[in-house]
């Protein structure tokens, strides 16, 4: 079974542009969540989706980011007029269903997109 | 005061050697606990889930003090292959969101 898959590894981009982060869940999975690593930072959460739906958009910063996770397809994070206070990890994981993240239902991450703002 | 709190470390520790991390959350209504392990530049993977009656997986115990409010994680007879960062994750409600902390950095030296 593929695991979590996220695209691209990395992403470079300059200050002004966008960028789109990719994540296809689990197979079977149909709630993704998004997480933010900072350098020397934690990791953050920032969304959670399930399919055309935004479950918990808490961690989202107020402006130029955005999320969906569409019927068919990825989950797309979407950062608009990148800044260099935007670099970072980005990790994705998901879940098979709407549990509370649980000990039945532990989350499990793609290996991340390494966005640099120059 | 941060959700989940850990000593950053790091800890220098000899192969054989035993060691001891600890973490405190702050939400009394936490419902579940657990430890990840994070290579550098790699996702986070889970190591252990941390149950109120404690849990052991081969070389890794995980306790788990709720009126403490803190959890720890006790690796024995330490390999090469732990040197990595330790987080301690914590799910509290409504649950959708994990908390984790900054983590603990191990190296372990021959």
């Known amino acids: 079974n593929a695991g979590v898959m996220q695209n691209p590894r990395h992403l470079v981009r300059r200050r002004g542009q966008e960028a789109r982060l990719r994540c296809s869940p689990m197979k079977g999975h149909s709630h993704v969540y998004w997480y933010r690593q900072l350098p020397e930072e934690g990791l953050k959460f920032m969304v959670y989706l399930q399919k055309e739906n935004i479950i918990d958009e808490s961690g989202m910063p107020k402006e130029r980011f955005s999320a969906e996770f569409p019927k068919e397809g990825p989950s797309i994070l979407r950062i608009q007029q990148v800044v260099r206070g935007d670099s970072a990890a980005y990790f994705c994981?998901?879940?098979?269903?709407?549990?509370?993240?649980?000990?039945?239902?532990?989350?499990?991450f793609g290996n991340g997109t390494r966005l640099t703002v120059t | 005061r941060k959700e989940v709190e850990q000593d950053p470390g790091p800890f220098n520790v000899p192969e054989g050697a035993t060691v001891a991390f600890n973490c405190t959350y702050s939400?009394?209504?936490?419902?579940?606990f657990f430890w990840y392990r994070q290579d550098c530049r790699k996702e986070p993977k889970l190591l252990m889930s941390v149950y109120s009656s404690g849990n052991e997986d081969g070389r890794f115990t995980a306790q788990l003090n709720r009126a403490s409010q803190y959890i720890s994680l006790l690796i024995r007879d330490s390999k090469l292959s732990d040197s990595a960062t330790y987080l301690c994750v914590v799910n509290s409600p409504p649950g959708y969101a994990l908390n984790f902390g900054k983590g603990t950095s191990l190296l372990v030296t021959p």
């Open positions: 939400n009394s209504a936490s419902q579940s």
């Open positions: 994981a998901s879940s098979p269903g709407r549990s509370a993240v649980s000990y039945n239902s532990p989350l499990h």
